[in-house]
C-alpha cells in the first residue's frame, strides 16, 4: 500500500509559479509517480511523471516547457515546479503512484494510488 500526501496548491496569478510536493509513505514500492489535474465536469488528465529508477520524465504537450518533475533528495517522493501558469492551468491536482514502469505521458488507469488533491487557482 502506497499512501500520498500533496501539498503545496493555492492562488496565483498568470505568469507566476508554484511548486507541488507529493510525499510517500515510508518503504513504499513505487516506480513511477504521475501528476494529474482535473477541472468540474471533465475527466482527469496526466500532466507529467517521473520514473523513480532512472528519473525519465514525461509531460503532456500543454504543459511541456512550463512544467517540471523530479524526485525529492530520497526519491521518496516528487515535486512540479509549475511556471508561466495560465488561466486554464487551474485545476485540481492529484499525485499518483504505480509500480509500473512509466513510458510516456501518465494515464488513469495506469496509477492504483491517489493523494487527496490540491487546487490551483490561476487568476488573469
Known amino acids: 500500500q502506497v499512501q500520498l500526501v500533496e501539498s503545496g496548491g493555492g492562488s496565483v496569478q498568470a505568469g507566476g509559479s508554484l511548486r507541488l510536493s507529493c510525499a510517500a509513505s515510508?518503504?513504499?514500492?513505487?516506480?513511477?509517480m504521475g501528476w494529474f489535474r482535473q477541472t468540474p465536469g471533465k475527466e482527469r488528465e496526466g500532466v507529467a511523471a517521473?520514473?523513480?529508477?532512472?528519473?525519465?520524465?514525461y509531460y503532456a504537450d500543454s504543459v511541456k516547457g512550463r512544467f517540471t518533475v523530479s524526485l525529492d533528495n530520497a526519491a521518496s517522493g516528487s515535486f512540479l515546479q509549475m511556471s508561466s501558469l495560465k488561466v486554464e492551468d487551474t485545476a485540481m491536482y492529484y499525485c499518483a503512484a504505480t509500480r509500473a514502469v512509466g513510458s510516456g505521458v501518465p494515464e488513469v488507469q495506469q496509477y492504483n494510488y491517489w493523494g487527496q488533491g490540491t487546487q490551483v487557482t490561476v487568476s488573469s
Open positions: 515510508a518503504y513504499s514500492i513505487w516506480r513511477t
Open positions: 517521473i520514473n523513480r529508477a532512472d528519473g525519465r520524465t
